[in-house]
């Protein structure tokens, strides 16, 4: 599947939701779900530099795609950096770079957040693509 083909997905799921109320619950669902950072990746070099509380995140190249891990020390936070992961873990480095994150403007999460956190999820975006410009340079 896409980037662009999951983003739509996620999407499509938040419009789903009545109000903000539900989609923070269903946010903090999605980061319950996240597959977690190993234990030994939670260093201080894998922490998203930027963000309000604690968030590590893990990328490993398999197969051409990079996968994604992460964790955080907060709840909501632990939501958004899974939305993020499931948009672009196992996806090829170019694409990792090249796409689009409008998704986050359109399911209206940005506006909902308090400016640190939409800071942190402005540095979380970043971080990945950071990751995929490392591992497409060693492709290269």
């Given at each position: 599947?896409?980037?662009?083909?999951i983003?739509?997905?996620?999407?499509?799921?938040?419009?789903?939701?009545?109000?903000?109320?539900?989609?923070?619950q269903?946010?903090?669902?999605?980061?319950?779900?996240?597959?977690?950072?190993?234990?030994?990746?939670?260093?201080?070099?894998?922490?998203?530099?930027?963000?309000?509380?604690?968030?590590?995140?893990h990328?490993?190249?398999?197969?051409?795609?990079?996968?994604?891990?992460?964790?955080?020390?907060?709840?909501i936070?632990?939501?958004?950096?899974?939305?993020?992961i499931?948009?672009?873990?196992?996806?090829?480095p170019?694409?990792?770079i090249?796409?689009?994150?409008?998704?986050?403007?359109?399911?209206?999460l940005?506006?909902?957040?308090?400016?640190?956190?939409?800071?942190?999820?402005?540095?979380?975006?970043?971080?990945?693509?950071?990751?995929?410009i490392?591992?497409?340079?060693?492709?290269?």
């Amino acid at each position: 599947m896409s980037i662009e083909e999951i983003q739509n997905e996620i999407i499509d799921e938040f419009s789903m939701f009545e109000d903000w109320e539900e989609r923070y619950q269903y946010m903090i669902d999605l980061g319950k779900d996240l597959p977690l950072i190993d234990d030994q990746y939670k260093t201080d070099s894998n922490i998203i530099k930027g963000c309000q509380s604690k968030v590590w995140v893990h990328a490993e190249m398999k197969d051409d795609k990079i996968q994604f891990t992460a964790d955080s020390d907060a709840i909501i936070t632990k939501g958004i950096i899974a939305i993020l992961i499931r948009a672009f873990s196992n996806q090829h480095p170019k694409d990792i770079i090249d796409a689009d994150t409008d998704f986050i403007d359109k399911i209206g999460l940005k506006e909902h957040l308090s400016p640190t956190r939409a800071n942190g999820l402005v540095s979380m975006i970043k971080q990945l693509k950071m990751y995929a410009i490392a591992y497409q340079t060693q492709l290269n």
